[in-house]
């Protein structure tokens, strides 16, 4: 088992950066493949990026590469998603996951482990 505990998120105005944090623990953080999820209301659970056991491996969702980057500090058991220039259209809950492997993965169906995720609101 991996318990995964997202924070970070908030009220922010657009424009700004914000950085989320997932603290794991339980089974070895270190040997995970690691992802970040957002899910908008009324909208399906999107991919955002993605990170290898080592953080040698990332994966971007195209539209969000730009402005995100996805980092973990396998010392802390903790994963991070640096997101900066927010926009109104990156308002949602972000989850981090795990995949229970050292891959990496874009889909959600190859993660294991989900954290109840942290909400953000992005204002105009």
């Known amino acids: 088992q991996v318990q995964l505990v997202e924070s970070g998120g908030g009220l922010v105005q657009a424009g700004v950066s914000l950085r989320l944090s997932c603290a794991a623990s339980?089974?070895?953080?270190?040997?995970?493949?690691m992802g970040w999820f957002r899910q908008a209301p009324g909208k399906e659970r999107e991919f955002v990026a993605a990170?290898?056991?080592?953080?040698?491996?990332?994966y971007y969702e195209d539209s969000m590469q730009d402005r995100f980057t996805i980092s973990r500090d396998n010392g802390q058991n903790t994963l991070y998603l640096q997101m900066n220039n927010l926009k109104p259209e990156d308002t949602a809950v972000y989850y981090c996951?795990?995949?229970?492997?050292?891959?990496?993965?874009?889909?959600?169906?190859?993660?294991?482990?989900w954290g109840q995720g942290t909400q953000v609101t992005v204002s105009s």
């Open positions: 996951a795990a995949t229970g492997s050292m891959s990496p993965a874009r889909t959600r169906d190859a993660y294991r482990y």
């Open positions: 339980g089974r070895t953080f270190s040997r995970q493949g």
């Open positions: 990170i290898s056991w080592s953080g040698g491996i990332t």
